[in-house]
């Protein structure tokens, strides 16, 4: 009757048990349990106590839908382990109801591949019959949780609609819960779902989630002027890997003009540390699965979530991640985006939108780029793009692991085409 394990330490001194040898520490990340401290409780009634417990436990709901879209990895034991004991955290949740928004696969701090796995949902209300407003479940590695927990108290510092309710954590596994504030209180949409509605019903609302977005990361931060050179501006791992990105390069041309080496020789020759403006706290994560849409009446709201490494960096430089994302990040019905926007990005020869996602996309880039131009000058934002599409070339190293990359041919295209446009200024 009862498959969930029940652990009972019985003892008349259980102050020594909870400073035993971290013993405490360990069952508290192995097991779901509750204290019970009752003096003077029958041994019997002990065991009516944990085999309730156990019976809350199993009896929690959670569903979890498939979307048919792609295909989704596994949530494991102790991953359900840990949304229980964090529903359980609330004695009003019965259960809950959720659904996949994004997963990928990163590499932790002991070098092993491991899923981080994002989910959006809602509990049910014990003995109502309803459902609790939207939240996200990001289940990831226990260090990377860490890490994702601290960049969303300083997400919750800054802007309004981020409450983060609290966080589970396992011997090597972390469920971070994160409540969005929406106007509407239905469930967010995704921004790649966005782009697929047809240009009529959402071009209008498109401007409107760029601002957005751009006007939410201008809060995260003071600006300053500071001298810059150009090479202060790119990724400084780059240097580590460009054997392995000229290897890359060479896979697609021949033609050695835009060879990463050669590039970035010449972006550190560039002479002179202008004044540029200066971030204190960027988004560092700034992609198509880091902004939910959320729609009220006739307006469409887009709101930051999840953010990565929030370290000071160049104004404009999570407006050049975002672009570079929106380009490779998604795939249309017919090909790609790339061929609608490349000459956004200075190559010579483009073709006109033909599907919903690509004139969709087209019409959030431009304004995106109008408000890049007014905290920023070309020249910088050129240089912000061409290391934000060098890094997402780079990844093709690793092959499919750790990008979202849709064709790898167009993230050589993209490079190549920011990559000349930036040696020709």
Avoid at 86 to 108: C, H, M, P, Q, V
Avoid at 191 to 206: I, Q, T
Avoid at 217 to 242: C, I, M, N, Y
Wanted: glycine content about 6%; aromatic content about 10%; some cysteine.
């Amino acid at each position: 009757e009862y498959p969930v394990p029940v652990l009972l330490i019985l003892t008349g001194q259980p102050k020594y048990i909870q400073s035993y040898s971290g013993l405490a520490e360990r069952i508290n990340t192995k097991l779901f349990r509750g204290y019970i401290e009752q003096k003077g409780l029958d041994p019997r009634e002990h065991f009516r106590v944990g085999l309730a417990a156990a019976q809350q436990y199993a009896d929690f709901g959670l569903r979890i839908s498939d979307r048919l879209d792609r295909a989704w990895p596994t949530i494991t034991s102790r991953e359900e382990d840990l949304l229980r004991r964090f529903g359980l955290e609330n004695a009003t949740n019965a259960g809950l109801d959720l659904e996949w928004w994004s997963a990928e696969r990163k590499i932790d701090d002991s070098g092993a591949q491991v899923w981080s796995k994002v989910l959006v949902g809602h509990f049910w209300l014990k003995d109502h019959d309803m459902e609790s407003r939207p939240f996200f479940f990001k289940l990831e590695s226990r260090s990377h949780g860490q890490a994702s927990y601290k960049a969303s108290k300083v997400l919750e510092g800054a802007l309004q609609h981020i409450q983060l309710p609290g966080q589970v954590l396992s011997q090597d596994r972390s469920l971070m819960v994160t409540a969005q504030a929406t106007l509407s209180g239905n469930p967010p949409l995704s921004l790649s779902e966005f782009l697929r509605r047809p240009s009529s019903e959402v071009e209008l609302m498109l401007f409107d989630i760029a601002n957005d977005v751009a006007d939410q990361l201008d809060r995260l931060g003071t600006s300053s002027t500071e001298p810059k050179a150009d090479r202060d501006l790119v990724w400084r791992f780059h240097e580590q890997q460009l054997a392995a990105y000229d290897e890359q390069h060479r896979q697609f041309t021949a033609e050695e003009d835009t060879l990463p080496s050669k590039v970035l020789a010449h972006v550190k020759l560039v002479a002179g540390t202008p004044w540029i403006p200066w971030r204190s706290c960027q988004h560092g994560d700034l992609h198509l699965g880091n902004v939910s849409i959320d729609i009220h009446g006739s307006r469409a709201f887009g709101f930051l979530i999840d953010a990565g490494a929030m370290e000071p960096g160049p104004a404009g430089k999570d407006l050049a991640a975002f672009e570079v994302a929106l380009v490779l990040h998604q795939a249309s019905s017919s090909d790609t985006v790339l061929t609608a926007v490349v000459g956004m990005f200075g190559a010579a020869q483009w073709s006109e939108a033909s599907s919903n996602i690509e004139s969709n996309t087209t019409t959030l880039l431009k304004q995106i780029r109008e408000r890049a131009m007014k905290i920023t000058d070309a020249k910088t934002y050129q240089l912000l793009l061409l290391d934000q599409a060098m890094i997402q070339f780079g990844s093709l190293v690793y092959g499919s692991f750790g990008n979202k990359i849709a064709q790898p041919k167009d993230a050589f295209e993209l490079y190549r085409a920011i990559a000349r446009a930036y040696l020709r200024m």
